[in-house]
């Protein structure tokens, strides 16, 4: 009779266990998936999303199109995109979210932004208690990604006039990830962050003496510096080459992708 009662016990406590270790061991193999890139199927409406309003997927190849794809996908499987003053995020708002993110890191391979689990969503701009200002987006070192859904529309809207609140929101993300230690750690060569910052400071002082190819704003740091040279890099490419080849070379090998390319329009080797 006693044997019954241990195998019962056994039985309930087997069972118990199973129900404590299978969410952690259902989110390790999801994280080993993004990781490995396992996720490859995008979801239809997302694809929808990138086909008709994302230029960057648009002019890529076939080959490309389905790294991107599936590197969108892996982007939203991991997030939290949380709505304000929404009811919810909707799908073009997260894939076009994502497919930010994943243009400025395509030149990585596997770069997810594992610091930033949740992405805020906001209508228009938005009051911040802190500042006691009003942002179109910003990123916060806990890990939040937050961004104005007009805002992040308008910067895509005209895609060659050098202002794109979404990968502006976005380098700072990459800034911020290189720099936390996690397994996304230190993925740019630090001999090309130290080049970057010395050419944004000469940089910035030619924004302060009146040269003007990079807005005013660039010069507020080395952070708002590269935020802004991210902008230009991808929406006026050869226009910043021709400008500051120099600085240009340096953005491609810390991104490790030439836009100029991407868009296929004269291509000029680095
Ligand atoms: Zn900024």
């Given at each position: 009779m006693q044997d019954i009662w241990v195998v019962i016990g056994a039985t309930v406590l087997l069972g118990l266990l199973r129900v404590w270790i299978n969410p952690v061991r259902k989110k390790q193999l999801q994280t080993r998936h993004v990781a490995t890139g396992i996720l490859k199927q995008l979801t239809p409406a997302y694809r929808k999303e990138l086909e008709e309003h994302f230029p960057y997927f648009q002019k890529l190849d076939p080959q490309n199109r389905r790294v991107f794809a599936a590197r969108v996908q892996a982007f939203i499987h991991s997030k939290e995109f949380i709505p304000r003053g929404y009811t919810h995020v909707n799908d073009r708002m997260k894939a076009l979210i994502a497919a930010a993110a994943v243009q400025l890191?395509?030149?990585?391979?596997?770069?997810?932004?594992?610091?930033?689990?949740r992405i805020l969503v906001y209508p228009d701009n938005y009051y911040s208690q802190i500042t006691r200002r009003y942002h179109q987006g910003e990123v916060n070192k806990k890990g939040i990604i937050v961004l104005s859904w007009r805002n992040f529309v308008r910067g895509y809207a005209?895609?060659?006039?050098?202002?794109?609140l979404g990968l502006h929101e976005m380098a700072h993300a990459l800034r911020l990830e290189n720099a936390?230690?996690?397994?996304?750690?230190?993925?740019?060569?630090p001999a090309v962050l130290r080049q970057f910052d010395e050419l944004a400071m000469q940089e910035m002082e030619r924004i302060h003496s009146g040269?003007?190819?990079?807005?005013?704003?660039?010069?507020?740091?080395l952070q708002e510096f590269f935020a802004v040279a991210v902008e230009n890099f991808f929406e006026r490419p050869h226009a910043f080459f021709d400008y500051n080849p120099e600085l240009y070379k340096c953005m491609v090998r810390k991104l490790k992708q030439d836009p100029r390319q991407w868009l296929r329009i004269d291509p000029i080797p680095v």
């Open positions: 890191t395509f030149g990585f391979r596997h770069l997810n932004f594992s610091h930033f689990r005209d895609e060659n006039d050098g202002r794109n936390i230690a996690n397994e996304e750690f230190d993925f740019i060569d040269e003007n190819f990079f807005r005013l704003y660039a010069a507020t740091n």
